[in-house]
T-cell receptor
Framework: GDSVTQMEGPVTLSEEAFLTINCTYT??????LFWYVQYPGEGLQLLLK?????DKGSNKGFEATYRKETTSFHLEKGSVQVSDSAVYFC?????????????FGGGTRVLVKP | DVKVTQSSRYLVKRTGEKVFLECVQD?????MFWYRQDPGLGLRLIYF???????EKGDIPEGYSVSREKKERFSLILESASTNQTSMYLC??????????????FGEGSWLTVV
């Protein structure tokens, strides 16, 4: 079945550092890819998405490019802030029944220190 | 803004108890989902529903059941709670399929501890 693998955390950075979180996937079809973020005490929020190969999703300074040849969707941000401390989840969509479901990676906790 | 509300943020239940987790969404969404979140495992789909009274098993349905009597409400039921069901439970909803450009919205989660 489909699966998502992302780097384990925690990742600890200083403010203004460069952040990369690796994500690779296996899928039988042509999934859409997502990054979700979970801030402390909150539910998940969609951060960005890409629906086809070579698409780049971007939001709040974060970017990720859908790379079909390497089956990857790595998340990057050039200069992190303390407010970016959160757990980040990579996910792919899959067709089931009458709709879609999301398959998630294990999550990567990011801690940004001032 | 879309709001997905989970009725209980923190619950402590005894082994063998019947547990109800309630979820309500206010945007007339067709699809609703229940996930559990465990460290290192990410989110795993328990059940989902794409219409009233319709339900489909997800990846880990064992030990759980669901009910969707009204479009806005999706309940997760643990018939006889066990300690391995201690987890964070997340409800979600979407208007349609995410591959069609729809977004899945999540509630804040319910922390369940079974002792």
């Amino acid at each position: 079945g489909d699966s998502v693998t992302q780097m384990e955390g925690p990742v600890t950075l200083s403010e203004e550092a460069f952040l990369t979180i690796n994500c690779t996937y296996t899928a039988t079809g042509y999934p859409s890819l997502f990054w979700y973020v979970q801030y402390p005490g909150e539910g998940l929020q969609l951060l960005l998405k890409a629906t086809k190969a070579d698409d780049k999703g971007s939001n709040k300074g974060f970017e990720a490019t859908y790379r079909k040849e390497t089956t990857s969707f790595h998340l990057e941000k050039g200069s992190v802030q303390v407010s970016d401390s959160a757990v980040y989840f990579c996910a792919l969509s899959d067709m089931i029944a009458a709709g879609n479901k999301l398959t998630f990676g294990g999550g990567t906790r990011v801690l940004v220190k001032p | 803004d879309v709001k997905v509300t989970q009725s209980s943020r923190y619950l402590v239940k005894r082994t063998g108890e019947k547990v109800f987790l309630e979820c309500v969404q206010d945007m007339d969404h067709e699809n609703m989902f229940w996930y559990r979140q465990d460290p290192g495992l990410g989110l795993r789909l328990i059940y989902f529903s794409y219409d009233v009274k319709m339900k489909e098993k997800g990846d880990i349905p064992e030990g759980y059941s669901v009910s969707r009597e009204k479009k806005e409400r999706f309940s997760l039921i643990l018939e006889s709670a066990s300690t391995n069901q201690t987890s964070m439970y997340l409800c979600a909803s979407s208007l349609g399929g995410v591959n069609s450009g729809n977004t899945i919205y999540f509630g804040e989660g319910s922390w369940l501890t079974v002792v």
